[in-house]
Structures are given as structure tokens and as C-alpha cells.
């Protein structure tokens, strides 16, 4: 059974910083491309970013704007998101879940029971 758990959100400052980290298992975390998503209230869960297996290949959201990174270490079984320069639009749950594309397909909200609960993080003006 797949499980992914989130942390690293919070409360912070626009224009301020976070990182994010998953762990995930049950798979074999190396073979797999992975993504970042998240929900604010009222809206629909999108994409934000997402990494291939071997780390080389990243997708963003427009919205990110080169503001974010996404990175993974697969001898941990982790995924991390990198948030810089945030704004008060930022704000929201955030999960993380493999998904079966990279590039522009990998940001697609995929259909899954493995979704973790997600770290909040919220961005006061």
C-alpha cells in the first residue's frame, strides 16, 4: 500500500521561505516520477510541480514562476519542494503523489486512494 506523508509546511511572510518533504512507500521509490499538488479553500486540487525517476527532468506550474524547485533523494524515499519568495496566493494544502507522466501531463491531478494529508502552508501578507 502506497502512503506518502508530507511536512515542512507552516505559517510564514509573504516573500518568505519553505521547504517541503514527503516520504513515501510501499513502492519502489526510484522507478517512480513524482509530483507535487495542492488544494486551497474552495478550490480544486492542482498541479504545482513534478520530477521524473532519476531527478533530471522538472515541470512546473506556470504559476511558480521560478520561484519553486522540486528535487528528490531516492535513497531516502523522499521528495522535496523548495519555496522561495512566496505569496499570500500560495496558500494551501500541499500533497505529494507519484504520478505516471512528467512534463505538463505530470501536473494532472491524477485519480488515486494514495493521497497523504498534506501540510498546510499558509502565507500572511
Known amino acids: 500500500q502506497v502512503q506518502a506523508v508530507e511536512s515542512g509546511g507552516g505559517l510564514v511572510q509573504a516573500g518568505g521561505s519553505l521547504r517541503l518533504s514527503c516520504t513515501v512507500s510501499g513502492l519502489v521509490f526510484g522507478d517512480v516520477n513524482m509530483g507535487w499538488f495542492r488544494q486551497a479553500p474552495g478550490k480544486e486540487r492542482e498541479g504545482v510541480a513534478c520530477?521524473?525517476?532519476?531527478?533530471?527532468?522538472?515541470t512546473y506550474a506556470d504559476f511558480v514562476e521560478g520561484r519553486f524547485a522540486i528535487s528528490r533523494d531516492n535513497a531516502n524515499n523522499t521528495v522535496y519542494l523548495q519555496m522561495n519568495n512566496l505569496k499570500s496566493e500560495d496558500t494551501a494544502m500541499y500533497y505529494c503523489?507519484?504520478?505516471?507522466?512528467?512534463?505538463?501531463?505530470?501536473?494532472?491531478?491524477?485519480?488515486?486512494?494514495?493521497w497523504g494529508k498534506g501540510t498546510q502552508v499558509t502565507v500572511s501578507l
Open positions: 520530477i521524473d525517476w532519476t531527478g533530471t527532468i522538472e
Open positions: 503523489i507519484p504520478v505516471a507522466f512528467i512534463g505538463t501531463r505530470g501536473l494532472r491531478v491524477p485519480e488515486s486512494n494514495a
